[in-house]
C-alpha cells in the first residue's frame, strides 16, 4: 500500500540553522499538507499547498518557513533560521483529494 | 476562529468497559475526521466524517457526527487493550481541507 515517507527521521540542529525537511508524499496525490506536534502535545497546521502554491496557511507559518515541491515528487518545508521552540515533530500529509489525509512518520526536528 | 475541545483528555478504563469520547466545536462545519496515534508514532486515519447524521463503524469503534450540534462522538464497546493510544478529532474549517484543527487528544488507556 501507498504510503508518505518522510527523511530524516531524526534531525538534530543549532539555533539559528535552516533546516529542510523532506517528504514524499502518495504518488497519485494533489494536495499536500504539513503539521507540527510538540512533544505531548496537539497537532497543529501549518500549511497546504495545491497546484504548486500554498492554499492556507496558519500563523506559525512566518516567514521563517517556507514550501517546495521541487521535482514533481518531494515536497519540502524548510526552516530559515530555526529557534529553540521550534523543536516538534513535523508530519507530512497528502491526500488525493480534498478528503482524508494520509500522514507520514514524522521528523523529528529537536533545535539546542 | 474555530476551536475545538475533547473530553475527557485522559481516561483509563478497564478491558469491556464501554465509553465514549467526545469532540465539540465552535463554527459550522460538515467534515471531521478522527485520528489515533500511538506514542512517538504517525496520526492513523480512522473515520472521515461528511455530513450530519454520518456514522461509521470499524470493529469496536463508532463515529458520529452531529453538525448541528457541532458534535462528534467516539464510542468504544467493550474496550481491548490493543485500542490503548491518543485519539484526535480534527474539524475542517469551511468546506475544503486546507486548513484542519486538531483537538488536544484524548489519551485512552485501557487496563488489561
Known amino acids: 500500500e501507498p504510503e508518505v515517507t518522510q527523511t530524516p527521521s531524526h534531525q538534530v540542529t543549532q539555533m539559528g540553522q535552516e533546516v529542510i525537511l523532506r517528504c514524499v508524499p502518495i504518488?497519485?496525490?494533489?494536495?499536500f499538507y504539513w503539521y507540527r506536534q510538540i512533544l505531548g502535545q496537539k497537532v497543529e497546521f501549518l500549511v497546504s499547498?495545491?497546484?504548486?502554491?500554498?492554499?492556507?496557511k496558519s500563523e506559525i507559518f512566518d516567514d521563517q518557513f517556507s514550501v517546495e515541491r521541487p521535482d514533481g515528487s518531494n515536497f519540502t518545508l524548510k526552516i530559515r533560521s530555526t529557534k529553540l521552540e521550534d523543536s516538534a515533530m513535523y508530519f507530512c500529509?497528502?491526500?488525493?483529494?480534498?478528503?482524508?489525509?494520509?500522514f507520514g512518520p514524522g521528523t523529528r526536528l529537536t533545535v539546542t | 476562529e474555530l476551536k475545538v475541545e475533547q473530553n475527557p483528555l485522559f481516561l483509563s478504563m478497564q478491558e469491556g468497559k464501554n465509553y465514549t469520547i467526545y469532540c465539540n466545536y465552535s463554527?459550522?462545519?460538515?467534515?471531521l475526521y478522527w485520528y489515533r496515534q500511538d506514542p512517538g508514532k504517525s496520526l492513523e486515519s480512522l473515520f472521515v466524517l461528511l455530513s450530519n447524521g454520518a456514522v461509521k463503524q470499524e470493529g469496536r469503534l463508532m463515529a458520529s457526527l452531529d453538525t448541528k450540534a457541532r458534535l462528534s462522538t467516539l464510542h468504544i464497546t467493550a474496550a481491548v487493550h490493543d485500542l490503548s493510544a491518543t485519539y484526535f478529532c480534527?474539524?475542517?474549517?469551511?468546506?475544503?481541507?486546507?486548513?484542519?484543527?486538531f483537538g488536544k487528544g484524548t489519551r485512552l488507556h485501557i487496563l488489561p
Open positions: 480534527a474539524v475542517v474549517l469551511g468546506n475544503r481541507d486546507d486548513k484542519i484543527i
Open positions: 504518488s497519485n496525490h494533489l494536495y
Open positions: 463554527t459550522t462545519s460538515d467534515r
Open positions: 499547498f495545491y497546484n504548486n502554491e500554498i492554499s492556507e
Open positions: 500529509a497528502s491526500s488525493r483529494e480534498e478528503v482524508e489525509q494520509y
